[in-house]
């Protein structure tokens, strides 16, 4: 099963071609919709009349060689290791998924591409189940355990809103992939494809656009503290500067003498307001 293309399966019933075609309509579709999402929430509007201000409050130029290398940080940062999330399980959680959806897409694009009636496929078709797999692990840890804190937030896992959309499709086309690829069964393909074509139609309705629109807007945030701009926010200064303290005496007294290392806040304790 692991060395084996699963969509050679469908070739009495399926072309590759019809296959191929419908992995393009799917990825004109996610195309679609990111275009649409930005037009119609407005957020590019809104990130490059941002970005305009923040050029003109810029109180210094940021060279060529320094934005390649923000660049490159937003890269193996926010995208690649995703280390804005503080807590180290969602961060997990996220990054199986991720790096699983990845593999699950590359390696079925790849086998109904390059290998519709091959008896060989290489590696693919493990790094296929291997990819579906990790979304599950991940997924579902996010969603019955992380995303379903009732400690926290009083939800149930059952109680859904419309920015689940992308997770619960994501979570059945993965899992009914496996399914299939176990049992053979066309029932469970088909629901395999009725949710992976959910999954990427429903773009201006799920998270999916906020995929690409992120590792933009965290380019640009590291940008404005670059050249000082700093998002049209007022520079504090270093709050530890014992000449910004001498000016503003309310800062040791209510922040400490360390305002960055002020301790743990809110997250000193365990949250029990359920």
């Known amino acids: 099963m692991l060395d084996a293309n699963p969509f050679n399966d469908l070739l009495g019933i399926l072309t590759p071609e019809v296959m191929q075609m419908?992995?393009?309509?799917?990825?004109?579709?996610?195309?679609?919709?990111?275009?649409?999402?930005?037009?119609?929430?407005?957020?590019?509007?809104?990130?490059?009349?941002?970005a305009q201000k923040a050029e003109k409050a810029a109180?210094?130029?940021?060279?060529?060689?320094?934005?390649?290398?923000?660049?490159?940080s937003t890269v193996t940062s926010e995208v690649l290791t995703s280390s804005e999330f503080a807590n180290p399980q969602r961060r997990l959680s996220h990054?199986?998924?991720?790096?699983?959806?990845?593999?699950?897409v590359v390696s079925t694009v790849i086998m109904i591409f390059g290998y519709a009636g091959s008896a060989e496929a290489g590696i693919w078709p493990m790094l296929w189940?291997?990819?579906?797999?990790?979304?599950?692990?991940?997924?579902?840890?996010?969603?019955?355990?992380?995303?379903c804190d009732v400690n926290s937030e009083g939800k149930k896992w059952y109680k859904l809103v419309r920015a689940d959309l992308f997770v619960l499709s994501l979570l059945m086309t993965?899992?009914?992939a496996l399914l299939w690829s176990i049992t053979?069964?066309?029932?469970?393909?088909?629901?395999?494809?009725?949710?992976?074509?959910?999954?990427f139609t429903t773009v201006i309705w799920s998270k999916f656009a906020h995929m690409f629109f992120k590792p933009a807007a965290a380019y640009q945030k590291k940008i404005t503290k670059a050249d000082g701009s700093q998002e049209n926010l007022p520079d504090l200064g270093d709050l530890s500067d014992p000449a910004l303290q001498s000016r503003f005496p309310d800062i040791p007294e209510y922040m400490g003498k360390n305002p960055p290392n002020m301790g743990l806040g809110i997250k000193r304790e365990a949250p029990s307001h359920y």
Do not use: Q
Not at 95 to 104: A, D, R
Not at 129 to 147: K, P, T
């Open 22 to 50: 419908y992995i393009i309509a799917m990825f004109l579709a996610v195309i679609g919709g990111v275009i649409f999402d930005t037009i119609h929430k407005k957020s590019a509007k809104y990130f490059f009349e941002n």
């Open 59 to 72: 109180k210094r130029t940021v060279s060529s060689s320094e934005r390649t290398s923000l660049l490159i």
């Open 95 to 104: 990054l199986l998924t991720m790096y699983g959806f990845i593999l699950f």
């Open 129 to 147: 189940h291997l990819g579906a797999l990790m979304v599950c692990v991940g997924g579902y840890w996010f969603w019955f355990a992380i995303r």
């Open 174 to 176: 993965t899992t009914f």
């Open 184 to 199: 053979g069964s066309m029932l469970m393909f088909a629901i395999f494809i009725l949710a992976s074509t959910v999954l």
